[in-house]
């Protein structure tokens, strides 16, 4: 594992969709993908930890090294991203 935890964000064509690019292995086999809170609280510790720890994920798939996240329409992207680059350096560091 790094030492430090890199994380870049990348807009989509979708308002509501973001992608989370990180330095970390998030998950290492095939993607995860949680539809609902309720798919993401039953979920592997990373899911767990964003849906119960970021206000406004709405949907989210893990892949390797990134995090697709719809969101809430009602919560900002720059709160969710901030908030999911915090929980991300505290889950692996």
Do not use: K
């Not at 406004?56 to 990134?66: E, P």
Request: hydrophobic letters at 35%; one cysteine or more.
């Amino acid at each position: 594992m790094s030492e430090y935890v890199t994380v870049e964000t990348r807009l989509t064509e979708d308002p509501n969709i973001l992608e989370i690019l990180t330095n970390q292995c998030l998950t290492p086999g095939e993607d995860e993908v949680y539809r609902t809170f309720e798919e993401g609280d039953e979920g592997s510790p990373i899911a767990q930890m964003l849906f119960n720890g970021v206000r406004g994920i709405h949907a989210l798939t893990i892949s390797d090294t990134s995090l697709v996240i719809t969101r809430d329409s009602d919560v900002p992207w720059e709160e969710i991203a901030d908030e999911v680059r915090d929980a991300l350096r505290d889950f692996f560091l």
